[in-house]
């Protein structure tokens, strides 16, 4: 049997009704999500899943409103009935952006934000039943998990998990008896011959080291031992989103059983992605492949424009640091540091900016240079590039997977050897990286930055067997 689907996640939906200004000129509201144009990402990529004669079925694990607004849901669903009643085979669900927990906000006629109004956690799960839960055959607990048959012979469980912390909704995990009632479905498929892909909505396995430590508690801390337990039941395929973050990963139980998480990122963020996958039974595969959300009238590709929105405030960070202290204090360095305290440290700031601006590729590689088997004729032609530039485009290849600077670049070896010397320096001063970055090395932890030395981000034929 060959069964295709989509899988598209965090659509962080947006209705324009939340505009009483006209949105047409304003600034992305939101630094990460391209919240204006999240009705045209939606729309373009049902439009893309409409227009193929393989299959009419997608996947949507969560988000799918940016935080909850009663607007944005009542126009998401109103999509999806249309979308079903043009022949769509939609199986979605919620998750934490569609309740409110997030302050809730629309905008006055100047363009201020202002609160708006948000639905109960309860309607909005019954508002999309329709378009999952109902075609469910059997579900577990109060419904959040469910199992449907979303092609003939092919399952999808959508799996609900609980929250260590209940107050924060961090340190996600599947319980004994969820996984002990997967287990049956999984042996009662295999029976049937049948297939079984599973989803939840936050990465069951984090994408990369910086995110296991930046976004703490926002994947599973025992997750690598829940995906060998459905590798083992027989499961391969697992979708996720949540992180905005492009990645694949694959997991092998003691068993020597494979499972593959895929995690795809947000349809109206950096970068824009939706993925179309083929299972192949009888060859034993899928074909997993990435499509790019594009959007007309940017004057650039979405993945530039959603780039741009995303990253711009970050990039003006190192000149504001050397020329515009009050900038970079307003905001608060990029990584929250405190207003006060920048604007009390004025020249050390610029001292730091100016120290910065000025690393080229050639003194970092000086600095560096027993770390890497370099001579100065190795990166003569790319002595005089920026290394600031190289580190914020280290922050993007978090999001967009796939870095691209295997480890006979120029770029690789100034870094990693760099971070060796770094680290011979701290355990002269008794400082221990793994304490500070979650049981990774300094190496560990930036080397996926600069180079997916795993299975493809985007694109992947992966057996099943
Ligand atoms: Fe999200
Ligand atoms: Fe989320």
Redesign the pocket.
Known sequence: MVYSFYHIT?V?YYSKRNFLCDWRNMPQPDTQVCIIKSEEAFKKALEIIEADQDTKTVIITG?LTNHGESYSHEEVRDILKAFTERGGNPFVYTDN?DYPYFSIYSFDENGEKIPAEHLPEDEVRQMYAPFGRDKAFDTFDDGTTYIAEILPGLYHIAMGYDTEDKDSLRSPYFSDELMAWVKEHTDRAREKGATVICSTHRPVVAPSPAYAVVGKGHSFPNGETSMKQLADMGVRLFFS??S?IQCMKVIESENGNRIYSVQTS?LAAFPPKMRKITVDTDAGTADIRTIDIELPDLGMSFTEYSKKGFLGIIEEIPYNMEHDVEAFANTQGGVSLPKEFILKHPKTVMFLGKKLNGLTYAKVAKFSKKYHNMKKKDYEAVKDKKFVNLLLEMISNLYRGNAPYSPDTVEYKITMGSLEKIEKIMKCFRVDSKKLLGGYTLAEFIEPLLYNSGIDDDNAVVSLD
Do not use: E
């Open positions: 965090d962080h988000d952006h989103g949540h905005h947000c």
